[in-house]
């Protein structure tokens, strides 16, 4: 008895890892690209900015 809940038991943490750590690991992926992406767009206005006021154009 106790032998066989555990082995359900087992199956269903080991289904609900392999289900959840994809999807999680993908989530985490597309937040760091995303984020990036961002930052570096954001980044890159003020340099725009910068490098037109710069001293050395005048």
């Known amino acids: 008895m106790n032998r ?3 082995a359900v ?3 269903l ?3 609900a890892v ?3 750590l994809p999807l999680y690991l993908e989530v985490k992926l597309v937040l760091w690209i995303g984020v990036g992406w961002y930052a570096d767009k954001l980044r890159r206005k003020p ?3 910068a490098s037109r006021m710069s ?3 005048s």
């Open 18 to 20: 392999l289900l959840v």
């Open 47 to 49: 340099d725009d900015q």
């Open 9 to 11: 038991a087992w199956f």
């Open 4 to 6: 066989w809940v555990l």
């Open 55 to 57: 001293p050395g154009s």
């Open 13 to 15: 943490f080991g289904t």
